[in-house]
């Protein structure tokens, strides 16, 4: 079992910076790709990132290249999301989640989901 616990969501301009944390409990964290959701009202449930249990792979949704970095602390079980240059159409609600499959892209391949974080950008 692995809980998920996310913080660090907010309101920031255009052109900010927010630092999502997601605080994961379990003796398996280290075993489990990671990875960052967001869902805006009315729309489906968008992946964002993932990074793999060793930290050596990635995914990104396009969107977001060169503005998000996903990273892990394994040591602190920990999984962070840092995200830059942020703009209004990146508001929504984040979610982090676990997957034993490698860096998978779709929700359905992730077994454990936190309560989500609410991120606004305003213009």
């Known amino acids: 079992q692995v809980q998920l616990v996310e913080s660090g969501g907010g309101l920031v301009q255009t052109g900010g910076s927010l630092r999502l944390s997601c605080a994961a409990s379990g003796r398996t964290f280290s075993s489990y790709t990671m990875g960052w959701f967001r869902q805006a009202p009315g729309k489906e449930r968008e992946f964002v990132a993932a990074?793999?249990?060793?930290?050596?792979?990635?995914r990104y949704t396009d969107s977001v290249k060169g503005r998000f970095t996903i990273s892990r602390d394994n040591a602190k079980t920990t999984v962070f999301l840092q995200m830059n240059s942020l703009k209004p159409e990146d508001t929504a609600a984040y979610y982090c989640?676990?997957?034993?499959?490698?860096?998978?892209?779709?929700?359905?391949?992730?077994?454990?989901w936190g309560q989500g974080t609410q991120v606004t950008v305003s213009s």
């Open positions: 989640a676990a997957s034993r499959m490698v860096v998978p892209g779709t929700a359905r391949s992730y077994e454990y």
């Open positions: 990074l793999s249990w060793t930290g050596g792979r990635t």
